[in-house]
């Protein structure tokens, strides 16, 4: 894990901010591809229960897309459910838009915190501080074109899908 570390973060979850971070990469940057090939097509997230009141909260019944829970290796917290999967193995809310080639989350603004932290991962120690890091096989990592994910990256991206993961 220590190669695919970024930060490591102190958090005021109740103020959702950022109290101390250390950066352990500096040049690592980042720009979703919308290829879908290692995150939407893999089947659907772990859902907690801020999930199904955002996708609630856009007009769906989210529990019409919800799986139960099985003996999954890795279920972190509090999850109520996965999304559902298209016969394909992908999530049930991905889209293709053939005339752009590229893929779409058709619940993009409601989409599950783990989605919205993807292709990040944040981990809570036992003393308190997390350890953001990144998954190694996503296209948009390193893009050329790409975000350096530095402090105001994680803050304005994945702070929010942080306090949520907590």
Do not use: W
Not at 81 to 96: A, P, R
Request: charged fraction near 30%.
């Amino acid at each position: 894990m220590a190669g695919l570390e970024i930060a490591r973060i102190r958090l005021d979850s109740e103020k959702r901010r950022i109290s101390n971070i250390a950066l352990t990469r500096k040049d690592l940057r980042f720009k979703c591809k919308r290829c879908a090939v290692f995150c939407c097509k893999l089947g659907g997230p772990l859902i907690k229960e801020a999930d199904l009141k955002r996708i609630a909260e856009i007009g769906l019944d989210p529990y019409k897309y919800l799986e139960p829970l099985k003996n999954r290796y890795g279920q972190r917290g509090e999850a109520v459910g996965i999304l559902k999967q298209k016969k394909d193995g992908s999530c049930v809310f991905l889209e293709y838009e053939a005339s752009k080639g590229i893929y779409k989350c058709g619940i993009y603004e409601a989409r599950p915190a783990l989605c919205r932290l993807y292709p990040f991962e944040f981990f809570l120690k036992e003393d308190g501080t997390g350890v953001l890091s990144f998954i190694p096989c996503c296209n948009g990592l390193n893009a050329h074109d790409g975000m350096l994910v530095d402090r105001e990256f994680i803050e304005r991206y994945l702070l929010d899908a942080i306090c949520e993961a907590l």
